[in-house]
C-alpha cells in the first residue's frame, strides 16, 4: 500500500483547476510502474470526473506500458529535466506527447546568458 497525498491546483478565481499527486516511493530503487498507474487510478475516481492530475514521472514510468491505462485528458505528467539521459527523455515525452498527454518540467529554470 502507498499513501498519497493529493495537493490542490488553484486557479485565479481560487477554484481547484486539479491536483498534485505525491505518492510515497519506496525505500529503495525506483516506483514499480504497475502499481504507480494503480495508485494513480485509484486516486481519479476519489476526484471529480473533469479534474486534472499531475504526477511526478521517473524513468520507468515514463518508458512503461502501464501508463498508457490512464486517460490522457485526465493526467498531466511530471518531468526531471536533470535526470540522466535527456535523450531518452525527450524520446518517451514525444511519443507521450503524441498519445494525447501534456507534459510539465519539474523545477525548470532557464539559463541566463548574458
Not at 470526473?49 to 491505462?69: E, F, I
Not at 535526470?83 to 498519445?99: G, K
Amino acid at each position: 500500500m502507498r499513501f498519497v497525498v493529493r495537493r490542490p491546483i488553484f486557479n485565479y478565481q481560487e477554484g481547484v483547476d486539479g491536483y498534485e499527486l505525491n505518492l510515497e516511493q519506496p525505500a529503495t530503487g525506483e516506483p514499480d510502474p504497475a502499481e504507480t498507474v494503480a495508485t494513480v487510478a485509484i486516486a481519479l475516481q476519489r476526484i471529480p470526473p473533469q479534474t486534472r492530475v499531475t504526477v511526478g514521472s521517473g524513468h520507468s514510468l515514463l518508458n512503461s506500458s502501464a501508463l498508457r491505462q490512464l486517460p490522457p485528458a485526465r493526467v498531466v505528467l511530471a518531468i526531471d529535466p536533470h535526470d540522466e539521459d535527456p535523450e531518452e527523455r525527450l524520446r518517451a515525452a514525444r511519443t507521450l506527447r503524441e498519445s494525447g498527454y501534456s507534459l510539465t518540467l519539474l523545477d525548470f529554470a532557464p539559463e541566463l546568458r548574458i
